[in-house]
């Protein structure tokens, strides 16, 4: 099956189209302008039944908005490129499009969730953000990118994990709700980095063995002796810098940083879920946003503590890997084995974290 | 006698957080600095302001303390709060702070 965006104005002349070799084209192109807002695209897939017949399936399309804040700190900015519009030629807002569109087929596709809300929440996004701005972040309603210094960072739509990462945030917010501190708030910023983690590694088609496990790889300008700013295979590996210093992640419990700043280290100690995540993914082997992500993807819609500890995320995803899977499969074995190996206790009985 | 010098004041800027989770700092004494007017600076800012809770995400957070011989003023603030008066204490620090510095 082949299967891709379609933007509103070529699904408004498939659906006029008036001839018998479309009509099954033509006819799910007038149905997703029935079922979608105006202007929205739709992902329609094509494939041949049994007896060569054009079978086409609608499905839900991204809703993107790219702004451009002209390098001030004011949002949303001026609208540069919407749904369905053809690249600018602007390398940071084409990228910022383009990430979200993969993010956005990774959640469709793989976990069948329509946009950030699972109902066709807009992709909003803003470039060019502030004056060598040094960061990325997400709202509470669009992403939001700066370009970097030029020295340190380049700039942050770069590369494809942070975009998906901003997203996952938007996706916490409608699920777990995640508090923004402590281990919740680690668990918070795992979770961004696990499916900005996926989002590349389903657009590359890279198993776990081909996949660098990297967030942010490339934002680093040639003068920074780096490769990434963090690690989910080996989470403290990232860089070590002599101005930057050196990755500060742990990857297991037993060194978990208290801090004051950050949050209490939020984007310190995701090191610990990450490496956990990683452990799963590659316990079960194949593609990682599969089995592995499809319980972590799980775990969010659970009934979960938005105060959550680690060891009360680590029962949660072993109920969910015994849900979807068996309590006895392949997938809560890893899932237990996981958290293990990053030193969170697992009881030995019924999933619940002792 | 009493004693009739200014009160010395040092001012601690940290930012922390970010997409990066780098923390870098920033530090002066007014002492090094006495051109400027940091009691003014340090006063003109809404140090028992709370910041609610919202629900941006990665963005940076700042730490900021004054300290002089009996007064102590320490506030951390999401970016999106560092306007006014913050900001122009903070540009203040960072112009003068000699070289940032990254730690941890």
Known sequence: MTHGIVPPYLLARIAELDDARFAVAAEAARRALRYDEPFRAARLSFSLDESDNLVVEVGDGPNRTIADAGHRETLPGTVVRSEGDEPTGDVAVDEAYDGLGATFALFSEVYQRNSIDDA?????????????????????????????????????????????????????????????????????????????????????????????????????????????????????????????????????????????????????????????????????????????????????????DPRATFVEFAAATLTAAGTRYGETSAEAAAVRAGWIGVGVEMSSDDGRAA | MTDARPDPWTILVVRSGGFAGLTREWRVSSTDHPEIDWVRLVEACPWDAVSPPDQTRDQFVWRIEAQARVTRWRATLPDSRVRGAWRTLVDEVKAVSTRPTTDR
């Open chain 1, 120 to 304: 066709g929440f807009p992709l909003d996004a803003t470039v060019h953000y502030g004056a060598q701005y040094d960061n990325a972040f997400w709202n509470g309603s669009r992403m939001v990118f700066g370009d970097g210094d030029g020295e340190i960072f380049g700039r942050f739509t770069a590369s494809l994990s942070v975009i998906g990462h901003e997203i996952a945030h938007g996706v916490t917010q409608f699920t777990a709700g995640l508090e923004y501190r402590g281990q919740s708030g680690a668990l918070n910023e795992s979770i961004s980095d696990v499916f900005g983690a996926l989002v590349e590694q389903y657009s590359l088609e890279q198993s776990v063995d081909q996949a660098s496990w990297l967030i942010g790889e490339g934002l680093f300008t040639d003068e920074v002796e780096g490769t990434a700013l963090r690690s989910l295979k080996a989470p403290g590996t990232a860089y070590d810098d002599d101005v930057l210093g050196k990755d500060p992640q742990p990857d297991n419990f037993a060194d978990y940083v208290e801090t004051p700043d950050d949050n209490g280290g939020v984007h310190i100690n995701s090191g610990i879920p990450n490496r956990a995540f990683y452990l799963v993914a590659e316990a079960l082997g194949g593609n990682a946003w599969e089995h592995a992500g499809q319980v972590w993807y799980d775990t969010l819609s659970l009934p979960l």
